[in-house]
């Protein structure tokens, strides 16, 4: 589909309409190696290949961002007072219109999906489609005897708001121990007040999958990266 030139440069996060008009009118882009300094010329970026500067510029209509959070991030597009997933993202992944996909609380960690299309965040977090989210987290004390088959019936909060059913088992037993839970909701502070169910409370908690998509565990806190077609086929499995 032909668009503006100017209007790809700037989706694909290479400045400001203005900014990225002074790029071309400098000649800066060339279009199968001429040189475009028309901002409104029309081309399609899904045939046409495109360089900025000398270097080839890779179209993609939308971007989907896998980040390890860490703690202390807000899992919003933007806050004036406290920094969020999208202040932590490199350059080279930052264009307008991204949001995380699926919030974690601010001292949750964990995988975070971070994207600019919101028809696949939409089906993503639909409630009718019970997208599995798995996470580990640490109590404060070792589970207690029908704990794993109460989350498996569904589990009935303090305040009567009722869960569907979820998974629970043991990772590492102990005094503090590590288990694995796996929602395929998102009530508001779900996994903490499912365990307050029992008296229990969440000290550690990380976001592992989406999905059928895990979160890569070469990514350090606050390292993030584009994921591939195949990975994003991953999450519907």
Same mark, same amino acid.
């Given at each position: 589909m032909l668009q503006r030139l100017d209007k790809i440069l700037v989706s694909q996060g290479k400045g400001s309409r203005s900014e990225v008009q002074r790029l071309? &009118? &400098?000649? #800066?882009? $060339?279009? /199968?190696?001429?040189?475009?300094r028309d901002p409104a010329a029309k081309v399609d970026p899904d045939q046409t290949a495109l360089a900025l500067n000398g270097r080839p510029l890779t179209y993609a209509e939308h !971007?989907?961002? @896998? @980040?390890?959070k860490p703690a202390g991030l807000l899992c919003v597009s933007r806050d004036p007072k406290q =920094?969020?997933?999208? /202040?932590?993202?490199?350059?080279?992944?930052? *264009?307008?219109? !991204?949001?995380?996909?699926?919030r974690l609380d601010k001292d949750t960690v964990g995988f975070t999906l971070i994207t600019d299309d919101g028809d696949f965040a939409h089906r993503l977090l639909a409630p009718r489609r019970h997208v599995p989210?798995?996470?580990? %987290?640490?109590? /404060?004390a070792p589970l207690q005897e029908g704990q794993p088959e109460a989350f498996t019936k569904g !589990?009935?909060?303090? /305040?009567? $708001?009722? #869960?569907l059913p979820a998974k629970? *088992? !043991?990772?590492? =037993?102990?005094?503090?121990?590590?288990?694995?839970?796996c929602i395929t909701e998102g009530k508001y502070h779900q996994i903490k007040r499912m365990f307050g169910v029992f008296g229990h409370k969440v000290l550690w908690l990380k976001r592992t999958a989406m999905g059928g998509l895990w979160l890569d565990d070469?990514? %350090?806190?606050?390292?993030? *990266?584009?994921l591939s077609p195949e990975e994003l086929a991953c999450i519907w499995k």
């Amino acid at each position: 589909m032909l668009q503006r030139l100017d209007k790809i440069l700037v989706s694909q996060g290479k400045g400001s309409r203005s900014e990225v008009q002074r790029l071309i &009118r &400098r000649g #800066c882009v $060339t279009a /199968d190696g001429a040189v475009l300094r028309d901002p409104a010329a029309k081309v399609d970026p899904d045939q046409t290949a495109l360089a900025l500067n000398g270097r080839p510029l890779t179209y993609a209509e939308h !971007l989907y961002i @896998m @980040m390890n959070k860490p703690a202390g991030l807000l899992c919003v597009s933007r806050d004036p007072k406290q =920094p969020t997933v999208l /202040d932590k993202l490199p350059p080279s992944l930052q *264009r307008p219109g !991204l949001f995380p996909a699926g919030r974690l609380d601010k001292d949750t960690v964990g995988f975070t999906l971070i994207t600019d299309d919101g028809d696949f965040a939409h089906r993503l977090l639909a409630p009718r489609r019970h997208v599995p989210k798995t996470y580990q %987290a640490v109590i /404060d004390a070792p589970l207690q005897e029908g704990q794993p088959e109460a989350f498996t019936k569904g !589990l009935l909060l303090e /305040d009567g $708001t009722p #869960c569907l059913p979820a998974k629970l *088992r !043991l990772l590492q =037993p102990g005094e503090h121990p590590l288990v694995e839970v796996c929602i395929t909701e998102g009530k508001y502070h779900q996994i903490k007040r499912m365990f307050g169910v029992f008296g229990h409370k969440v000290l550690w908690l990380k976001r592992t999958a989406m999905g059928g998509l895990w979160l890569d565990d070469t990514l %350090a806190e606050g390292e993030a *990266r584009a994921l591939s077609p195949e990975e994003l086929a991953c999450i519907w499995k």
